[in-house]
């Protein structure tokens, strides 16, 4: 049962490169969710999707984006990272609006560093 | 805007007390909450999911309650062990998103 599978785990980058952070879910869930979680301060929604081709902007999205072209994949982008993007990266994922007693799934997260 | 707290911040118990969490939320049009544990550098692990509809879940020594009207929830632990000691956040469910709380980190000691 893989469930939530984030990649990569860790990574380091320098202020100015891009990156994406990939996350793969194997439950056929309809929404999708990328938070970061800083010290102190919780888990804050970047973006998310209710659907396949679906993203909608959350709590703190500027410096990101994102796409669902699969139904089963959430890309994160990054694309001129900043020191103050340094953080730690979860993806989530539930089922749909239907069904929206059903719990969300979280992956084990991506630690990012921004050099 | 939904906004949760959680009190305390912070909580250090001897092994075997009775202890709770308290989770707050400002909007109660909300579909669900949810308690989690998080425990150092992992993700989050479900506990306990509470419908709107519904005033407590109970799972194993865990016991969550849901006071949608003065949004309040509680999460309840029973005789509290070393290993329960991780930190504890909870989320409310409104249309198509979660608003989490800050946490509270739980240390029990031996």
């Known amino acids: 049962n893989a469930g939530v599978t984030q990649t990569p785990k860790f990574r380091v980058l320098k202020t100015g490169q891009s990156m994406t952070l990939l996350c793969a879910q194997d439950m056929n869930h309809e929404y999708m969710y990328w938070y970061r979680q800083d010290p102190g301060m919780g888990l804050r929604l970047i973006h998310y999707?209710?659907?396949?081709?679906?993203?909608a902007k959350g709590e703190v999205p500027d410096g990101y984006n994102v796409s669902r072209l699969k139904k089963q994949n959430f890309l994160l982008g990054l694309e001129s990272a900043a020191p103050s993007q340094t953080s730690v990266y979860f993806c989530a994922s539930r089922p749909g609006r239907f069904e929206r007693n059903q719990p969300q799934h979280f992956g084990d997260g991506t630690r990012l560093s921004i050099l | 805007k939904q906004e949760v707290t959680q009190i305390p911040a912070a909580l250090s118990v001897p092994e075997g007390e009775n202890l709770v969490l308290n989770c707050s939320f400002t909007d109660s049009a909300i579909y669900n909450l949810q308690w989690f544990r998080q425990d150092p550098g992992k993700g989050l692990t479900s506990l306990l999911l509470?419908?709107?509809?519904?005033r407590e879940q109970t799972s194993g020594r865990l016991n969550a309650s849901l006071d949608k009207s003065s949004g309040r929830s509680t999460l309840y632990i029973a005789a509290s062990q070393p290993g329960d000691s991780a930190t504890y956040l909870c989320a409310v469910m409104g249309a198509g998103k979660s608003t989490f709380g800050d946490g509270t980190t739980l240390t029990v000691k031996p």
């Open positions: 509470i419908q709107s509809s519904q």
């Open positions: 999707s209710v659907g396949e081709g679906t993203t």
